[in-house]
């Protein structure tokens, strides 16, 4: 996100026009950002986009992440190689 969409962002959380957060209102922009995020995160997990995250499907990012991550320390991926997860 860049620096001019970030403050355009927070200018719409400033409900009392006055240039800057309160609390109450950081909190709500917060919330917004983190809930976006939220559903990305959901969204990459439901693998055949149905609405719902089965066993199944967290067992496969499991599979992948712990791949992913062996290779990232430098040693073997934990689990194998991606197509065997």
Do not use: C, K, Y
């Given at each position: 996100?860049?620096?001019?969409?970030?403050?355009?962002?927070?200018?719409e959380f400033d409900v009392?026009?006055?240039?800057?957060?309160?609390?109450?209102?950081?909190?709500?922009?917060?919330?917004?950002?983190?809930?976006?995020?939220?559903?990305?995160?959901?969204?990459?997990?439901?693998?055949?986009?149905?609405?719902?995250?089965?066993?199944?499907?967290?067992?496969?990012?499991?599979?992948?992440?712990?791949?992913?991550?062996?290779?990232?320390?430098?040693?073997?991926?934990i689990g194998g190689t991606p197509d065997?997860?």
């Amino acid at each position: 996100m860049s620096a001019e969409s970030l403050r355009e962002r927070l200018g719409e959380f400033d409900v009392n026009d006055d240039g800057a957060l309160s609390l109450d209102e950081f909190a709500q922009w917060h919330a917004t950002m983190m809930r976006e995020r939220m559903v990305d995160r959901f969204q990459h997990l439901d693998a055949d986009a149905d609405g719902s995250v089965t066993p199944d499907e967290v067992d496969s990012f499991a599979g992948r992440a712990g791949w992913m991550l062996g290779g990232m320390r430098g040693g073997s991926p934990i689990g194998g190689t991606p197509d065997q997860n």
